[in-house]
């Protein structure tokens, strides 16, 4: 029976007791052990009650055990659902009830939290730890090292994850097994991957830069990864003599060039360093050069289609682009208002087509109408231009975002939050400049008449229903905000107007 993207990155390495997750302190994993360690957990996710189509959510911290909980959910023909760890029981909440999903796997210290959200949505709640612990361990031991690998179909989905929107709540965007599948073989053949590649892998593992590219690549070639929790730079540091290539944010290496450990030596066995998820600065690109001699591969994607386009492995990485649309992806610029194309050079919408593009927002339909055309272009909400030679540049955003260390902050959340608290008639969330995280957020309030509003109050609430990396990192008081002729807030104006809050950071 088939199951394309278990057989392709998963089963294709059954019995190799070559080397697949190296752990900082020197324990490793075999591709058959992991292997049979997802198999057991494929068991004990039916023994749960799981079926194919099934949702499983986990919140849990990165582990091999964690990755194989990935593989035993394409095992079982289960979609994934895997969640920040930065995540509030309110913010997991939404996600349980959202996707119907009927198990939460969370972290044996979150049970306590997380329990009344798994009832209230009717779902099993199940742990796991990283070091193996937990409830869905135990039920995992003892079970077959094999498993009838359940058939799937290329539309069958895969995994959902879910990614807010300018309005609303966060939308579930549903990924194949051929989107997902697609897109890794051509990366890693975009990319040279080998079985000889070891890849430093110091992202998180609920995202698609480092579960659907870094793993997936890594698997689909058949090479190793040294497994770090987080991104640790003295860890970093001392793993990089034993690895061939890193995947990471441009915060990865600004925080590198930040170091004099880092030098042209530390680097030069390396083949290959990839940044993505957010804009390298061209700055950034040419320190990277000048310290280390190599050029950092930058390229560009996003949740709903993996990855769009990437510089060349051979030929220019040119710094400030995003390189060339991948094989078999079509990409074109149009006009914002009309949605006709526009001739090249020009700056407008960036739509693409392809195996890579996922299949709509789980039960939205009127949200995936608005964003995926029925011709199959969908509608990034990032601005850009193609230049003569073919570089896609990204210019701008046509969505009210904010990419702080690779992760996405939707205004719109936060905005609704401050506008709830006493004594605050109004908000604006922006995102202003940081030297760490590329960019971070400040909130911009205005009192209610005769009102003031209470910071720390309101920080105390943020915290306890927000995720840590969405708080804002300044929270100022203006008697009005700027707003045009439409009455719309002019955030442009405020962006301008806080550019240099964390300039010294
Ligand atoms: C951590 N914090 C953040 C943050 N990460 N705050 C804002 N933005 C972030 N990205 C918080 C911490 O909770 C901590 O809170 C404080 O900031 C300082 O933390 P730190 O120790 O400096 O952070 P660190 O743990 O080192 O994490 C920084 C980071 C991490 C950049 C290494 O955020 C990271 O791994 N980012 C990668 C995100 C990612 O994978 N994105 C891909 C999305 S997929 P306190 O309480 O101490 O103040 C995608 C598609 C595509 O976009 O194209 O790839
Ligand atoms: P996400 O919704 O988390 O998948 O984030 C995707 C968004 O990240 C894209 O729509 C872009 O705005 C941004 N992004 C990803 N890669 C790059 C890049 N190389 N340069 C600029 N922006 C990027």
Redesign the pocket.
């Known amino acids: 029976m088939a199951n394309p993207l278990y057989d392709r990155l998963f089963g294709a390495h059954a019995g190799k007791s070559t080397p697949f997750l190296l752990l900082a302190d020197g324990q490793s994993l075999s591709h058959a052990e992991f292997l049979a360690m997802a198999s057991r957990f494929a068991h004990a996710l039916i023994a749960a009650g799981l079926e194919p189509g099934d949702r499983l959510a986990v919140q849990i911290e990165k582990s091999p055990e964690a990755l194989a909980l990935y593989a035993a959910a394409v095992q079982a023909g289960v979609i994934f659902l895997p969640l920040n760890t930065?995540y509030t029981a309110d913010e997991v909440s939404y996600f349980v009830e959202n996707s119907g999903a009927k198990l939460l796997v969370c972290d044996p210290a979150r049970a306590e939290a997380l329990g009344p959200v798994a009832s209230a949505a009717d779902a099993a709640l199940l742990t796991l730890g990283a070091d193996g612990d937990g409830s869905f361990a135990e039920s995992a031991a003892g079970l077959p090292n094999a498993f009838d690998t359940v058939a799937r179909g290329e539309d069958d989905l895969a995994a959902f994850l879910y990614t807010s929107g300018t309005t609303g709540r966060s939308k579930g965007a549903m990924l194949s097994q051929a989107n997902l599948l697609s897109n890794c073989l051509t990366l890693a053949d975009e990319w040279r991957f080998t079985a000889e590649d070891i890849l430093l892998h110091?992202?998180?593992i609920?995202?698609?830069?480092?579960l659907f590219?870094a793993t997936n690549v890594t698997l689909a070639a058949g090479g190793a990864m040294i497994f770090l929790p987080?991104?640790?730079l003295d860890v970093i540091l001392e793993q990089m003599p034993r690895v061939t290539t890193m995947m990471?944010?441009p915060?990865?290496y600004t925080?590198l060039l930040g170091d004099p450990r880092f030098t042209a030596e530390a680097a030069a066995h390396m083949r290959l360093f990839i940044s993505?998820?957010?804009p390298l600065l061209a700055e950034t690109h040419r320190q990277f050069e000048g310290r280390t001699g190599q050029r950092i591969l930058e390229?560009?994607?996003?949740?709903e289609t993996?990855?769009n386009t990437s510089n060349p492995y051979d030929g220019d990485r040119r710094a400030g682009t995003v390189g060339f649309p991948l094989p078999g992806v079509e990409l074109r610029i149009t006009d914002p208002g009309s949605g006709s194309e526009l001739p090249q050079g020009e700056i407008g919408q960036i739509e693409v087509r392809g195996p890579n593009v996922f299949k709509g927002y789980w039960e939205m339909p009127e949200k995936t109408a608005a964003e995926l055309r029925e011709n199959g272009f969908f509608i990034t909400g990032d601005l850009g231009m193609v230049d003569s030679d073919g570089y896609v540049s990204i210019v701008g955003r046509g969505k009210d975002l904010i990419?702080?260390?690779?992760?996405?902050?939707y205004p719109k959340e936060i905005e609704a939050l401050l506008d709830d608290q006493p004594g605050v008639l109004e908000s604006a969330v922006i995102g202003v400049p940081h030297a760490?995280?590329g960019e971070?957020?400040l909130a911009v309030l205005v009192p209610e008449p005769g009102a003031g509003p209470d910071i720390a109050a309101i920080e105390a609430e943020v915290s306890t229903k927000l995720a840590?990396?969405?708080?804002p990192?300044r929270m100022v008081v203006a008697e009005s905000l700027p707003r045009n002729t439409m009455g719309k807030v002019q955030k442009n104006v405020l962006r301008d107007a806080y550019k240099d809050a964390f300039a010294e950071s």
């Open positions: 930065g110091a992202l998180p609920f995202h698609t830069h480092g590219v987080k991104f640790d990471g944010v915060t990865f925080r993505g998820s957010a390229r560009y994607g996003m949740t993996n990855m990419i702080s260390g690779g992760y996405n902050i760490d995280f971070t957020v840590r990396f969405k708080h990192r």
